[in-house]
């Protein structure tokens, strides 16, 4: 069964970075559109960023777009998000998604409810 499980997240300061990895089990990753997705306390789900495995092509959101960078290792199947110069505003509870089935391009919130996704990994900045 297709499973996701998030690591890497932190507590750091603001300007840091970290790297957010996305480990796929019982299945591959090498067609799927892979996304990692945010949530605050009090905040609706936000997406940040995806990656359509078959070729690579990435989305980003506005508010991470320049600082942040999705990447993906078919072989490993592993989905990564290097995240710089984090500021406080990106703190929240951070998911990976994947699907396999979607209509049009491979964007941030192209992944439902429905879709899998892993437990999440908590990233606190701090100011």
């Known amino acids: 069964q297709f499973h996701l499980v998030e690591s890497g997240g932190a507590s750091v300061q603001t300007g840091g970075s970290l790297r957010l990895s996305c480990t796929v089990s019982g299945g591959s990753i090498s067609n799927q559109c892979m996304g990692w997705y945010r949530q605050a306390p009090g905040k609706k789900r936000e997406g940040v960023a995806t990656i359509y495995t078959p070729n690579g092509i990435v989305n980003y959101a506005a508010s991470v777009k320049g600082r942040f960078t999705i990447s993906r290792d078919n072989a490993e199947n592993v989905v990564y998000l290097q995240m710089d110069n984090l500021k406080p505003e990106d703190t929240a509870m951070y998911y990976c998604?994947?699907?396999?089935?979607?209509?049009?391009?491979?964007?941030?919130?192209?992944?439902?409810?429905?879709?899998?996704w892993g437990q999440g990994t908590q990233v606190t900045v701090s100011s």
């Open positions: 998604a994947a699907t396999d089935f979607f209509v049009g391009p491979c964007v941030t919130d192209v992944h439902k409810s429905g879709d899998k």
